[in-house]
């Protein structure tokens, strides 16, 4: 799972360094949040797999989903609901053709590329991100159910988008960043000025002992650190 996790990633670093073989640091870091755009599109495919084949989705206890719309609903900048001339030079980076060449072929799944038209590949990268039902306009503290049909080049701009604003680094417990989260909630409680609680990850130490429990991934922990009036 961590091979699939990290391949797309791996990939895109690849093809980037290839197109600009001159990167400086910064350039790097900046693309950072396309990176884990497709490490999370993979995951977000491998669950989907194996889903497919359960018999029951409830089988699967080893990963975490928030529903198949999460990343669709995920609350973003007001104007990067219309067309605008900055979104579209997004949507035209060499960054984002990488990514979303990267996640059609992807999506269709091995051996099936040739056999599969391009507005298939897109429709099935589509429906792993979750932007081929109901989608949902947030602005605020407001939230509106509205069918909207997305191309794949607004779905991926509007996710990078959404990325931005809902990510937030997951810590281990010597505070060295471990990866990223994209998780409005927790991310509401570590960006807070004046926090009333705190976040901590529970890690898996490798080590059963004996006992046969099965590996998990880092485990988000809220903790309160004072005490916290009844309605705040």
Not at 45 to 51: I, P, T, V
Not at 130 to 145: C, L, M, S, V
Not at 195 to 207: E, V
Request: aromatic residues 6%.
């Amino acid at each position: 799972d961590w091979n699939e996790g990290h391949k797309l990633e791996c990939q895109f670093y690849v093809k980037q360094r290839k197109m600009q073989p001159d990167m400086s640091v910064s350039d790097e870091e900046a693309a950072m949040p396309k990176a884990l755009m497709l490490r999370t599109f993979a995951s977000l495919k491998l669950l989907r797999d194996k889903q497919s084949v359960a018999d029951d989705a409830s089988m699967i206890k080893d990963a975490v989903s928030c529903g198949p719309n999460h990343f669709a609903s995920l609350a973003v900048s007001p104007q990067h609901h219309s067309t605008t001339s900055k979104s579209t030079k997004t949507l035209n980076s060499s960054e984002m053709n990488i990514v979303k060449s990267i996640m059609m072929q992807h999506a269709i799944g091995k051996g099936k590329q040739k056999e599969s038209s391009l507005d298939e590949q897109a429709a099935a990268a589509l429906k792993i991100w979750g932007y081929d039902d109901h989608q949902h306009i947030r602005t605020n503290d407001k939230e509106t159910p509205k069918k909207k049909s997305f191309t794949l080049d607004q779905a991926l701009f509007r996710t990078d988008d959404a990325f931005k604003k809902n990510n937030f680094g997951i810590l281990d417990a010597l505070h060295s960043s471990i990866g990223e989260g994209v998780y409005p909630c927790a991310a509401l409680l570590n960006h807070s000025c004046a926090p009333n609680t705190i976040l901590r990850y529970k890690l898996d130490s490798g080590d059963s002992g004996g006992k046969g429990e099965a590996f998990h991934l880092p485990l988000l922990q809220i903790i309160a650190c004072r005490n916290i009036v009844n309605g705040e």
